[in-house]
């Protein structure tokens, strides 16, 4: 079974700090995706992957960065935390465009 | 703007009956995904249907694609307590994009 893993189910930063989300997946999958989920707004693409060291934006990525080093491993950095951040962070990967995605199980932000 | 919308945005009903959900799209599209969130998880994956298959089944699911209509339904027969959740239609706009657009989701409660 393919298996998506983020770094931590819930995080509570401060404001201005510094974030990294983690997302590792074992199934050698060339494309990573970052969404963020809102109540009412639904599933939102923050940037995704298509191969190591590259990177797309996607409908929202203001605020955001994201860093691709190794195959299985795509970072989010939130570069200095807003309020307007919190949020469930959403990592998937998928072996081709055309395919179907596979979840993590969500990193829930709060920025106070 | 919001490329795929579900409706209704919530359905109750008791176990055993058939949960029907729909989602309507705006552009053409090379697939339609539907997925299922248990509350505060990750998505699961549960079918795909390409633009030029009009139905397809999966056990208990049958999912229909309109494309003249632009739109699809996701049927859950004789449900369970198990399958409440919320479930998202995700739709890939052109052949050359990686990206998937989720609507915002159907919320449904099978009660026992």
């Known amino acids: 079974d393919v298996k998506v893993t983020q770094s931590s189910r819930y995080l509570v930063k401060r404001t201005g700090e510094k974030v990294f989300l983690e997302c590792v997946q074992d199934m050698d999958h060339e494309n990573m995706f970052w969404y963020r989920q809102d109540p009412g707004l639904g599933l939102r693409l923050i940037y995704f992957s298509y191969d190591v060291k590259m990177k797309e934006k996607g409908d929202i990525p203001e605020g955001y960065s994201v860093s691709r080093e190794k195959k299985e491993r795509f970072s989010l950095i939130l570069e200095s935390a807003s309020t307007n951040q919190t949020s469930m962070y959403l990592c998937a990967s998928s072996p081709a465009p055309y395919n179907e995605q596979f979840f993590g199980p969500g990193t829930r932000l709060t920025v106070l | 703007s919001q490329q795929g919308e579900e409706d209704p945005q919530a359905l109750s009903i008791q176990e055993g009956e058939n949960a029907t959900m729909n989602c309507s799209y705006k552009?053409?599209?090379?697939?339609l995904q539907w997925y299922r969130q248990n509350s505060g998880r990750g998505l699961v994956h549960l079918i795909l249907?390409?633009?030029?298959?009009r139905e397809k089944h999966s056990g208990r699911l049958r999912v229909t694609l309109d494309t003249s209509k632009k739109s699809s339904s996701l049927l859950i027969t004789a449900s369970r307590a198990a399958d409440t959740a919320s479930y998202f239609c995700?739709?890939?706009?052109?052949?050359?994009?990686?990206?998937?657009?989720f609507g915002k989701g159907t919320k449904l409660s099978v009660i026992p």
């Open positions: 249907i390409r633009s030029n298959e």
């Open positions: 552009t053409s599209i090379n697939n």
């Open positions: 995700a739709t890939r706009v052109e052949a050359g994009s990686y990206q998937l657009t």
